[in-house]
Structure formats: structure tokens, C-alpha cells
């Protein structure tokens, strides 16, 4: 049974530069969350998709943006990157179960803008 | 605004000690769940908690959650070298899918 997985591993780019990230949620997962990790602090909730829609947005601004497709596989995009973009991308898949909430994650994305 | 403040923040012990590890909130959760995470990784899911006054455990792990499901702590019990890593308790509150985490503690067990 796959996890979740995350692509690509790593990423350099530039200042105003756009980038995607992605992620497949764990088998049977059907909600997808992204978390942003500065070093040494804990993940900061982004947002949750769950049927193809946003539905819940954390403290970050229009620059981030997502996409959930119908195999349920989400995209994270980031546009005009600032420096204290850098950092790690978690993305995290769980199951609509009630009371639960358990995330499962994936490996991230290590994400440096220069 | 919506915290979980874990305490301590950084802990540092001998092989063999135990250690009890706090996570406190003002909101309400449905339930909670605690994760280690190793530098440059993802959270490992360790626990989920959903009941008030439940307590699970797992093997030298043992979880609590508090009665008005607002805390919950973690205690380890002759702690291990493989214990060492970033600790976080999470959760959403009650009536929002703003999943937040806590602040972290930070465990080293010497050997």
C-alpha cells in the first residue's frame, strides 16, 4: 500500500519565479491538506481540498494556490516567490471519518528560493 | 487565535529516564494526534486520541487525553536513544478543518 507521496524531492528557484509542487494522497484518502515547515518550527496548515474545492485556508496569502484532481492527487502552486518562501512542503492526505482527522504525510518538498 | 502550546520545549536526558511531555489548548478538539518527525522528513503519525480521560499506549508510549479534550500529554517511559526527534500534538478544533500543530518538543536521550 503506497503512502503518500510527494514530487519533486528538492527544488532551487528564483525570486518572482513560480513554482508546483505535487502529491498523491495515501490509497483510500480522499482529502489532501499542504503544510509549510520553516527550520525549526512546526508545519503551518496552508490549506485542505476535498472534493475538488478548497475547504479550509490557513493564514497565507493569494500567492498560494491549489488544485485537487478527481483521482484526488493535489497540486500546490506558489507564484512571485519571496525569500521566506524557503522551506519544507508538506502535503498530507486523510480520510473523511468523522471525528479522526489523523494526517498521514509524505516525504515533503525542500523548496530554496535565491 | 488557536494554539497548542507544547512544554518543554527542549529536552535533553540519559538513557533510561522518563519524561512527560504537555500539550495545552484553550479550544475544544474532536480529538488529537501526536507525530514524530525527523530532521528533513514528514511527521510520522504515532497516536490519534478522541475520547476525554482516554488513555493509550504504545509500548513505552503512553498518551492521555484530558478530560474536557482541551490538553493531552505524552509520557515515555525509560527512554531510548531511538526516542530522539521532534514531538508535535495536532489537531483541529472543533467546528474548523484548520488543522494546526504544536509548538514541538525537541527530545535528545543520550546514551
Known amino acids: 500500500d503506497a503512502g503518500v507521496t510527494q514530487s519533486p524531492t528538492h527544488l532551487i528557484k528564483t525570486r518572482g519565479q513560480q513554482v508546483t509542487l505535487r502529491c498523491s494522497p495515501k490509497?483510500?484518502?480522499?482529502?489532501v491538506s499542504w503544510y509549510q515547515q520553516a527550520l525549526g518550527q512546526g508545519p503551518q496548515f496552508i490549506f485542505q481540498?476535498?472534493?475538488?474545492?478548497?475547504?479550509q485556508r490557513g493564514n497565507f496569502p493569494d500567492r498560494f494556490s491549489g488544485h485537487q484532481f478527481p483521482n484526488y492527487s493535489s497540486e500546490l502552486n506558489v507564484n512571485a516567490l519571496l525569500l521566506g518562501d524557503s522551506a519544507l512542503y508538506l502535503c498530507?492526505?486523510?480520510?473523511?471519518?468523522?471525528?479522526?482527522?489523523?494526517?498521514?504525510f509524505g516525504p515533503g518538498t525542500r523548496l530554496t528560493v535565491t | 487565535t488557536q494554539l497548542l502550546e507544547q512544554s518543554p520545549q527542549f529536552l535533553s536526558i540519559q538513557e533510561g529516564e522518563n519524561l512527560t511531555v504537555y500539550c495545552n489548548s484553550s479550544?475544544?478538539?474532536?480529538?488529537l494526534q501526536w507525530y514524530r518527525q525527523e530532521p528533513g522528513e514528514g511527521p510520522v503519525l504515532l497516536v490519534t486520541?478522541?475520547?476525554?480521560?482516554e488513555v493509550k499506549k504504545l509500548k513505552r508510549l503512553t498518551f492521555q487525553f484530558g478530560d474536557a479534550r482541551k490538553d493531552s500529554s505524552l509520557h515515555i517511559t525509560a527512554a531510548q536513544p531511538g526516542d530522539t526527534g521532534l514531538y508535535l500534538c495536532?489537531?483541529?478544533?472543533?467546528?474548523?478543518?484548520?488543522?494546526?500543530f504544536g509548538t514541538g518538543t525537541r527530545l535528545k536521550v543520550l546514551a
Open positions: 486520541v478522541v475520547t476525554g480521560g
Open positions: 498530507a492526505s486523510s480520510a473523511v471519518e468523522g471525528v479522526r482527522n489523523e494526517q498521514y
Open positions: 495536532a489537531g483541529a478544533p472543533r467546528g474548523t478543518y484548520k488543522y494546526i
Open positions: 479550544s475544544v478538539f474532536s480529538s
Open positions: 490509497s483510500g484518502h480522499d482529502t
Open positions: 481540498y476535498y472534493e475538488e474545492e478548497e475547504r
